[in-house]
């Protein structure tokens, strides 16, 4: 999913280093606003959906967890689905007979397609059932995986183009005027595509040692990685122009494309890893707390995220991925609440509190905690 996004505003029409700027200029936003909510976690140890009851009330608080957890979830069956095509890339050109059990349609995904989907998605309940601590190392491990195989995919590109690369992949011939709206559309996207991870961001800087290490692990995540990434996305986009006759922003599909089973085999198990590690961070933590704060008697994190993962294989995911209804209108719409929530919970946090929390008064029902307001709710 970053692969493609990060190749697409290439096509927005603007010149190569006006998309860098735009990618840097853009991802220290998201550094900054990724710091506002880091911080708030780490200083009083609370997820999103506690953080939440400041603004909202103690029930009220429910609205925009149940926001966040139900667009969690769905992208969570969707990059599980997006997953498994990498493993059934894999397993065609291993097994060629395999094609059999593609060509029928269960629910409108195939027998083949099936058994890879349920195998991704009980290897991340795997992950998971040991807690956040295992999602941590898993992730170690991940992140660096994924960067091998990129640098590996952008030298061979690079060896087969014979250096023909260039920064530019759009045609386009933009106006001053256009040029402009393409630049701020290009910064703005790269806010939006961080905006559910800089809305629960809490739930893992909680865990942080000091504010220091939020700043710090930002700083290398975010600024120094994306632009690191976007660099290599945009050498083996390019070059696959030259190399195949068209420009393919689909990681898998460059992979499937040479001609070496072994680095096929290892180039698509690396990017289902690495697209599992992501999907894990995104959208599973998220939901697994959020459903968790909504019935906090009878669900704990491990049952969150078990209803997670199974709500997410009841949506049928590659039937909401591939309908646009379903991608712009619903998933779109509850997304442009992500800004609003962000920003009511965030001002409020650092210029109406000043950062001031009663974290005990959080836990508290009734009247006596200050974050009751009118039955729980806080309705302006």
């Not at 976690?41 to 609370?46: A, E, L, N, S, V």
């Not at 060509?103 to 009980?122: P, R």
């Not at 290490?213 to 030259?242: D, E, K």
């Given at each position: 999913g970053g692969y493609t996004f990060a190749a697409g505003l290439f096509f927005l029409g603007l010149t190569g280093w006006e998309v860098f700027l735009a990618l840097i200029v853009g991802i220290t936003v998201v550094y900054f606003l990724m710091n506002l909510s880091g911080i708030a976690g780490q200083r009083h140890g609370i997820p999103y959906p506690v953080l939440a009851r400041l603004s909202f009330g103690l029930f009220g608080a429910n609205i925009p967890a149940l926001i966040r957890a139900i667009i969690a979830i769905f992208w969570y069956g969707i990059q599980t689905w997006l997953?498994?095509?990498?493993?059934?890339?894999?397993?065609?050109?291993?097994f060629p007979g395999?094609?059999?059990?593609?060509?029928n349609s269960i629910l409108g995904l195939s027998t083949l397609g099936w058994i890879c989907f349920l195998a991704l998605w009980?290897?991340?309940?795997?992950?998971?059932?040991?807690?956040?601590e295992t999602v941590r190392r898993f992730c170690d491990w991940?992140?660096?995986?994924?960067?091998?195989?990129?640098?590996?995919?952008?030298?061979w590109?690079?060896?087969?183009?014979?250096?023909?690369?260039?920064?530019?992949?759009?045609?386009?011939?933009?106006?001053?005027g256009a040029a402009i709206v393409a630049f701020l559309t290009a910064i703005s996207l790269v806010v939006a595509y961080f905006s559910t991870l800089m809305l629960n961001f809490c739930d893992?800087?909680?865990?942080?040692?000091?504010?220091?290490?939020?700043?710090?692990?930002?700083?290398w995540g975010l600024p120094v990685n994306f632009i690191a990434f976007s660099l290599v996305v945009v050498v083996v986009t390019s070059g696959s122009q030259t190399v195949f006759g068209e420009a393919i922003t689909d990681p898998v599909e460059v992979v499937s494309r040479i001609p070496n089973t072994l680095v096929l085999i290892v180039g698509a198990l690396t990017f289902a890893i690495?697209?599992?590690?992501?999907?894990?961070?995104?959208?599973?933590v998220s939901p697994a707390y959020d459903l968790s704060n909504a019935v906090p008697k009878h669900i704990d994190f491990r049952r969150g995220g078990l209803i997670t993962a199974v709500l997410a294989l009841l949506v049928t995911p590659w039937n909401i991925y591939n309908s646009p209804v379903a991608i712009n209108y619903f998933l779109g719409g509850l997304g442009a609440f992500l800004g609003p929530l962000f920003g009511i919970i965030f001002v409020d946090y650092y210029l109406v509190r000043r950062g001031r929390v009663d974290v005990d008064a959080l836990y508290r029902e009734g009247p006596s905690s200050p974050y009751w307001y009118q039955g729980g709710v806080h309705r302006r």
């Amino acid at each position: 999913g970053g692969y493609t996004f990060a190749a697409g505003l290439f096509f927005l029409g603007l010149t190569g280093w006006e998309v860098f700027l735009a990618l840097i200029v853009g991802i220290t936003v998201v550094y900054f606003l990724m710091n506002l909510s880091g911080i708030a976690g780490q200083r009083h140890g609370i997820p999103y959906p506690v953080l939440a009851r400041l603004s909202f009330g103690l029930f009220g608080a429910n609205i925009p967890a149940l926001i966040r957890a139900i667009i969690a979830i769905f992208w969570y069956g969707i990059q599980t689905w997006l997953a498994s095509v990498a493993v059934v890339i894999l397993l065609l050109r291993i097994f060629p007979g395999l094609k059999q059990y593609t060509e029928n349609s269960i629910l409108g995904l195939s027998t083949l397609g099936w058994i890879c989907f349920l195998a991704l998605w009980v290897a991340q309940l795997f992950v998971l059932r040991h807690g956040m601590e295992t999602v941590r190392r898993f992730c170690d491990w991940a992140g660096p995986a994924i960067y091998v195989a990129m640098f590996a995919l952008a030298v061979w590109i690079v060896i087969e183009a014979r250096g023909n690369i260039g920064l530019t992949l759009s045609n386009k011939d933009l106006s001053t005027g256009a040029a402009i709206v393409a630049f701020l559309t290009a910064i703005s996207l790269v806010v939006a595509y961080f905006s559910t991870l800089m809305l629960n961001f809490c739930d893992f800087a909680r865990f942080s040692p000091s504010e220091r290490m939020v700043y710090r692990g930002n700083f290398w995540g975010l600024p120094v990685n994306f632009i690191a990434f976007s660099l290599v996305v945009v050498v083996v986009t390019s070059g696959s122009q030259t190399v195949f006759g068209e420009a393919i922003t689909d990681p898998v599909e460059v992979v499937s494309r040479i001609p070496n089973t072994l680095v096929l085999i290892v180039g698509a198990l690396t990017f289902a890893i690495a697209t599992v590690g992501i999907n894990i961070v995104a959208n599973f933590v998220s939901p697994a707390y959020d459903l968790s704060n909504a019935v906090p008697k009878h669900i704990d994190f491990r049952r969150g995220g078990l209803i997670t993962a199974v709500l997410a294989l009841l949506v049928t995911p590659w039937n909401i991925y591939n309908s646009p209804v379903a991608i712009n209108y619903f998933l779109g719409g509850l997304g442009a609440f992500l800004g609003p929530l962000f920003g009511i919970i965030f001002v409020d946090y650092y210029l109406v509190r000043r950062g001031r929390v009663d974290v005990d008064a959080l836990y508290r029902e009734g009247p006596s905690s200050p974050y009751w307001y009118q039955g729980g709710v806080h309705r302006r």
